[in-house]
């Protein structure tokens, strides 16, 4: 079953839920809402927050990603 906010966002929220994502990045905020989001288990991220989670989870991996 597709959660509420595919009207909104169609392909992004069918693929994630259909998908069993863990999170969406995206600069659509607006018609992606992690509230809405959240019951399916999905995290709704900025693509600058996903960079700053990524950096703290492996600091030398996304260094050597980043100065590549």
């Given at each position: 079953m597709l959660p509420p906010w595919h009207r909104q966002a169609p392909w992004p929220s069918g693929a994630a839920v259909g998908g069993d994502a863990h999170a969406v990045v995206t600069?659509?905020?607006?018609?992606?809402?992690?509230?809405?989001?959240?019951?399916?288990?999905?995290?709704?991220?900025?693509?600058?927050?996903?960079?700053?989670?990524?950096?703290?989870?492996?600091?030398?991996?996304m260094n050597a990603v980043l100065r590549a």
């Open positions: 600069l659509n905020l607006k018609d992606l809402p992690a509230a809405a989001a959240e019951p399916y288990g999905i995290e709704v991220l900025h693509p600058d927050d996903f960079l700053l989670d990524m950096l703290a989870l492996a600091p030398v991996e």
